[in-house]
């Protein structure tokens, strides 16, 4: 019977765990730093010039970033088919209808943004999956038309130009139709899942095109773009339940008179908190934040989003 020396195995399982660790502590640092500057951007909103660092929802926010991001990222994989990500083909694509691919998915992946905002919807407040009009039957007749369209006007080989052309109309009609029978802040949010999946792609062709070096600096404006647009119309409308920004409804019992209400008790909603009191507005929308001593608050009543 054959044996293992002990000592090359525990070098090994201490350079594996080593660099588990070190990459790790890179991830939970970055996640830390962007959840950090999404908060930051959040309260600047509000008008709160400061952040703590060291509290739990500047991680959750990082987190939810992460999230939100890789699922736009990994299905646009799937149309690159990167990672192992494969999409189900149907057709092979050859000849002049392979110069037309880049743009198909271009077009395609506005359903794909839409899809995963419908999918994520529990996350944000309110609850919003469908428009609420002109209702169900006209979604059934417009993925009619599309079906009908996919099998006699799409066809890459046969006629990529009406194909693209087919594509656009039916892309506009899309966004047109989210624009104007959704809330503004659904249209932002599909919009937010759309860009990360064109930024990949976009990403993704720069690495092609410099195989040798590869300058990440240049990327990195549109790094703070997507973290600004993120902490702007995403994060503050996603439930603090989930970690989000999204200010909580509360009721207040006042010890004293403050700038906020003469009242003995009044309602508003909470933006934040930390060890010296409570960063309160009179609605969800409003800039003007109210801060609160804790010596000055006798009960608070949480209604949650």
Not at 167 to 173: G, N, T, Y
Not at 260 to 268: A, Q, R, V
Request: hydrophobic share 50%; with cysteine.
């Amino acid at each position: 019977m054959g044996t293992t020396p002990a000592v090359p195995q525990q070098s090994l399982m201490r350079e594996f765990f080593g660099l588990t660790l070190k990459h790790a502590a890179v991830i939970f640092a970055v996640t830390y730093g962007i959840g950090f500057l999404v908060l930051s951007i959040h309260h600047a909103r509000f008008g709160l010039e400061t952040t703590e660092p060291f509290k739990p929802k500047v991680f959750s926010a990082g987190v939810l970033f992460v999230v939100l991001t890789g699922a736009p990222c990994i299905a646009m994989a799937r149309f690159l088919n990167m990672f192992g990500l494969t999409m189900p083909r149907t057709q092979v694509v050859t000849g002049k209808g392979a110069a037309y691919i880049v743009p198909e998915w271009i077009l395609d992946f506005w359903l794909i943004a839409v899809g995963l905002r419908i999918g994520s919807g529990v996350l944000f407040t309110p609850l919003e999956i469908l428009p609420r009009y002109p209702g169900y039957m006209f979604w059934v007749i417009f993925c009619l038309v599309v079906l009908t369209a996919s099998g006699w006007l799409m066809d890459l080989n046969r006629s990529p130009v009406r194909t693209i052309i087919t594509k656009f109309v039916l892309f506009a009609s899309l966004v047109a139709i989210v624009f104007r029978y959704n809330s503004h802040e659904f249209f932002l949010q599909a919009l937010w899942f759309y860009g990360v999946g064109l930024v990949f792609l976009w990403v993704r062709y720069l690495r092609k095109q410099q195989s040798a070096t590869y300058d990440w600096e240049r990327q990195g404006f549109a790094l703070v773009m997507i973290v600004a647009f993120f902490a702007v119309f995403v994060y503050g409308h996603i439930g603090s339940a989930y970690g989000g920004g999204a200010p909580i409804r509360i009721d207040i019992s006042f010890t004293r008179a403050t700038a906020f209400s003469t009242n003995k008790t009044d309602g508003g909603f909470l933006v934040d908190q930390d060890s010296q009191g409570f960063y309160v507005v009179h609605q969800p929308k409003d800039t003007e934040t109210h801060f609160i001593p804790r010596d000055a608050v006798g009960e608070i009543v949480f209604h949650g989003n």
